[in-house]
Structure formats: C-alpha cells, structure tokens
C-alpha cells in the first residue's frame, strides 16, 4: 500500500501529515501529486470527499518560495464558503512552513481589508472569480508572478456563470504557467475550459460515483403532505446532531428550520437570501454543535466539510443526479461513516430509478418511522450554546487564552469546553447552555488575557 513518503514531498509536508495522522494518500492523491510534483498539468474528475484539496495543495505547498512576497500560486473556487475551507485546509497542511502567507479574497469580505493585506501579498490566495476580477479591475492586485492556477468545482464555476470572469484571470496570469482542474462533473463547457486553460494535462478520475462506500442509503416513501411529520420522526429517531436537511428554495428552508425549532430542535436556515454576516454565523454554530440541524438550500452543497456532519436529509429531490451526489457527499468523509436519508414521493421515485446512480440500503415508509421514534432511544447529547467575545486573533487572542479564562474564571473544567473559533475581530466558543448565563456574568465581571472584552451569547 502506497504511503505519503514515497510521493517526493518536502520533510515539512511529511511531519505535518504525520501530526495530522495522515498516512496513506486517497487514490486521487497518489495519482495527482507525482504529476503535480514533476510539472505536468493535470485535470481531475473526483469524488466529493475524495481528498482533492491535499492532491493539489501538496504539490502546490511545496513549489512556493517563502523567500518572495508575491502571489505565486492562485485557487479560484466558486462560493465564499469554499474559499473559506480551501484556505483553511491550506494553512492547516502548511503549518510547518515558516514565512508563508496564505489569504482568501471573496464577496461579502471587506474589499478594504483585503486590499490593504495586500501591501504584503500572500505566496497563495484563494479567490471567488468575482472579487478577484474586482481587483484586477482597480489595479490593486498584481497576478504577474503566479506560477500555479488552479480550478476547483470548474463545473460549479461555469454552472454560476464566471465564463468572463475566468476569462480576465488568466489573462492577468503568465502564459507560462502550472495549471490543475478539478471538477466532479465533465460536461462539455468544463471539457471546453480544460482545453483552453491546461497544456497536454493528464487527466485523472476517481469514481464516477460521488456517494462513498462507508454511507448508508434510506429511502424514505411519503406523500408530499406527509413530509413535515415523517421528518420530525425521523429526527426523533436518530441523534440529531450534525444533520443537514436539503430543501430546494429559500422559502422552504426558512419554513422547515421554523418547524423544527418550534419542536424543540437546534435549526437554523442557510440558503442565498441571508446576509453574509448571517450564513456566517449559522455555519459556526453549526460546526460547533449549538445548532443540530442546518436546513440548506444547494448552497451549502459544496466546501461544506465538517467532522461533525453524520447525516443528509434530501428533503426535496433536486433537479439532477449530479446536484443528488454533491449532496450526499457531504458525509461520510476522509473515511468516515455517514447515513443520507432521501424523501421520496411516487413521482420522486420514478427521478430516482431514471438516474440509475442510487443504491439504496434499505426503504422505510411513513408508518416504519412511527414505531421507530417508539423504539429508539438516541444518544444523549450535551446542548450548547455558543459564547461570543468581541476580539480575535488582531488583538492576540489564541484557543488556549479563552480556555484559560473559562477554566479560572467560570470554573468550566477543561473537556466542557467546545469548539472554539477564533476569526480576525471575533471569538465564539461552544459552551454548556445550561450554565451559559452564568459563564457570560463571569467573564464580564473577570478578564481574558488580562483585559476585558465584550462577551455575550449567540442568539
């Protein structure tokens, strides 16, 4: 079996995946780096979950020269969301490099704070093509030095309309130039792309099914008015905890997650129609288990990628087989176990068996959910509610700060302490609800670092 030592990467890169508990690459891994590494372009075709941001970051990790303060390498991604995660999966490969400086510039983000980051520019910037068109636009980012392009989810990237936008980009890039394309989809308009933007690539492919082997399939038979009752008892049914429940529109969403809060659930909506600020703050208390259950529209379909996500409820069928598996990718991750749930009503079954992509494990029906709420009994899961303090890494502030504050001045002991975030101006924390009131009087009244901070709880 293939190990990570036998791919050529840098001492730095190897200890890193080591801590990471990292030791056999994915097979789109061992297919793309030693290309990647031997300078070839490379277009792949992946499963969702299959590894792809480390078969291209590896590689583009260990090309960049820490000793230049200049965009070297450039990740063009489709949503905020996504550059948010790139850029996040980067910093956490590169750790044990010195001196290299990873940012993401994406809509929604201040275009200010971003320009003026750029006074010293990152080796690696990962970008939504809209803001970084913006850029080029004003002058105020130099792409001139890049040596690696990248194109992730380029069938989304076509699919939202950023033909133009990609356009500009590679013009504002040397000719002269590595290029990687990653898409889970093949399609003409992406084949077109790869024959634009790569030279001579070699074209890897994982498996055209996008569902991993270590997810269980449920088909669940409804009528349409039978929906809202067989999703509570399936909530009911389970641990909630980490479930996704995909719905088709904005309105639906919102309805759904209404429903579920006033039965009792953690749920909150995310979908386009929110301001930036809003989907932020839904997706923190989603990763750090405030919220239970996130009702999402296609927009959370991609980049989506957290440990604690168990469970994917298609609520409503999409429109394709291709929107179905980016979906149900979402768990069962990096080898772990994952269920996906689908709603299907008479006609819904008819798209199913026409895809001809679905294996399903098992077929329950409305009444089958009913005597399964009355047998279960779900794991019992600690509620949380999620503390917000009014600094962040600008002011100096780490994870271990915070935790030391909660141990002396709330008394939290260590292991009830959640998950922590610490972003540019902000901090939020997962701690027991129970006590939260408590906790939020106690750092009011104590110190942090020995300063005060605002702090509050999330609502």
């Known amino acids: 079996m293939a190990s990570f030592d036998q791919?050529?990467?840098?001492?730095?890169?190897?200890?890193?995946?080591?801590?990471?508990?990292?030791?056999?690459?994915?097979?789109?891994?061992?297919?793309?780096?030693?290309?990647?590494?031997?300078?070839?372009?490379?277009?792949?075709?992946?499963?969702?979950?299959?590894?792809?941001?480390?078969?291209?970051?590896?590689?583009?990790?260990?090309?960049?020269?820490?000793?230049?303060?200049?965009?070297?390498?450039?990740?063009?991604?489709?949503?905020?969301?996504?550059?948010?995660?790139?850029?996040?999966?980067?910093?956490?490969?590169?750790?044990?490099?010195?001196?290299?400086?990873?940012?993401?510039?994406?809509?929604?983000?201040?275009?200010?704070?971003?320009?003026?980051?750029?006074?010293?520019?990152?080796?690696?910037?990962?970008?939504?093509?809209?803001?970084?068109?913006?850029?080029?636009?004003?002058?105020?980012?130099?792409?001139?030095?890049?040596?690696?392009?990248?194109?992730?989810?380029?069938?989304?990237?076509?699919?939202?309309?950023?033909?133009?936008?990609?356009?500009?980009?590679?013009?504002?890039?040397?000719?002269?130039?590595?290029?990687?394309?990653?898409?889970?989809?093949?399609?003409?308009?992406?084949?077109?792309?790869?024959?634009?933007?790569?030279?001579?690539?070699?074209f890897v492919q994982v498996s055209p099914n996008a569902i991993p082997d270590q997810v269980r399939l449920t088909g669940i038979k409804v009528a349409h008015s039978e929906k809202q009752q067989a999703l509570l008892h399936l909530l009911q049914s389970i641990n909630a905890a980490g479930t996704v429940v995909f719905c088709n529109t904005r309105g639906a969403s919102d309805d759904v997650a209404a429903m579920l809060a006033k039965h009792g659930f953690g749920a909150r909506s995310l979908h386009g129609g929110m301001e930036q600020q809003d989907r932020d703050k839904a997706m923190t208390l989603f990763r750090n288990g405030t919220t239970q259950v996130l009702v999402a529209t296609d927009l959370a379909a991609r980049g989506l990628d957290i440990a604690a996500l168990k469970n994917i409820i298609h609520y409503e069928l999409p429109d394709d087989d291709a929107a179905y598996l980016h979906r149900s990718g979402r768990t069962g991750r990096a080898g772990r176990s994952g269920q996906v749930y689908t709603f299907a009503t008479t006609r819904d079954e008819q798209k199913l068996r026409d895809w001809g992509l679905v294996r399903m494990d098992e077929w329950l029906n409305a009444a089958d959910l009913v005597a399964r709420v009355e047998k279960a009994a779900p794991e019992a899961t600690e509620a949380f509610a999620t503390l917000h303090i009014n600094a962040g890494r600008k002011d100096k502030l780490s994870p271990r700060d915070i935790v030391g504050a909660l141990i002396a001045a709330a008394g939290l002991k260590a292991d009830q302490i959640g998950r922590i975030e610490v972003q540019d101006k902000a901090s939020y924390v997962a701690i027991p609800a129970y006590q939260a009131n408590a906790i939020v009087e106690a750092l009011s009244n104590g110190k942090i670092k020995g300063r005060k901070f605002r702090v509050g709880l999330v609502k």
Not at 73 to 95: D, G, I, N, S
Request: glycine residues 6%; aromatic residues 4%.
């Open 7 to 202: 791919l050529k990467l840098s001492p730095a890169l190897l200890e890193r995946l080591a801590e990471l508990e990292f030791h056999t690459p994915t097979p789109i891994q061992l297919a793309a780096i030693p290309a990647l590494l031997n300078g070839q372009d490379v277009a792949g075709q992946a499963e969702t979950g299959s590894g792809k941001t480390a078969a291209f970051g590896l590689p583009l990790l260990q090309q960049i020269d820490t000793g230049k303060q200049q965009v070297q390498a450039l990740v063009l991604v489709p949503t905020r969301e996504l550059a948010v995660q790139v850029r996040h999966e980067l910093k956490q490969l590169a750790q044990k490099i010195d001196n290299l400086k990873i940012s993401a510039f994406y809509g929604g983000h201040s275009f200010s704070q971003e320009r003026a980051s750029l006074a010293f520019p990152p080796q690696v910037l990962v970008g939504t093509p809209g803001r970084l068109t913006d850029h080029l636009y004003r002058q105020t980012l130099d792409l001139s030095k890049v040596r690696l392009l990248v194109l992730d989810e380029a069938d989304k990237l076509l699919e939202m309309g950023f033909a133009d936008e990609i356009d500009q980009i590679l013009e504002a890039i040397p000719k002269k130039r590595q290029a990687v394309l990653f898409s889970a989809t093949m399609p003409d308009e992406v084949k077109q792309l790869i024959a634009d933007s790569l030279k001579n690539p070699q």
